[in-house]
C-alpha cells in the first residue's frame, strides 16, 4: 500500500503512473480546492486533477487499512505455529467483494458501445 510519503516522493521525482481510469466529478471546498491547486503549483508537471487523483487514491488505501477486524467464527488457516487464523466479519471482506463487484460493473460498462 502507497503511503502519502511515498506519493510526496513520486511527485518530486514526476513518476506519475498512468492508471486505468474513470472520471469522476466530486465538489470542494474552496479552501480544499486551494490547497490542491497549491500543491500543483508546488509540483508543476501536476495538475490539480492529477494530484486530487493521487491524494484520494491514498486515502481510500487507508480506509480500507483502516478497517478493524473482527474475529469471524470460521477458520479459514492456520499461521507457522499451527494456531487458527479465523475469518475477518468485519467491513473489509463485504467493501473488498463490493470493490469487485463495481470494478466489473465499470469494466462491463467500459467494453459496451454507446448509443
Known sequence: MKKLQDLL???QSHSIQNLDEKEFSVKLSKQDAARINALSDLYPR?????????LLHIALDE???????????????EDEEGDPIYEDDGLTP???????EHI???KKAANCPTD
Open 63 to 77: 480506509v480500507e487499512a483502516s478497517f478493524p477486524y473482527v474475529k469471524g467464527s470460521k477458520v479459514v488457516a
Open 104 to 106: 466489473k460493473r465499470l
Open 9 to 11: 516522493q513520486e511527485w
Open 46 to 54: 501536476l495538475s490539480a486533477q492529477d494530484v486530487t487523483r493521487e
Open 94 to 100: 463485504r467493501y473488498l467483494k463490493l470493490t469487485r
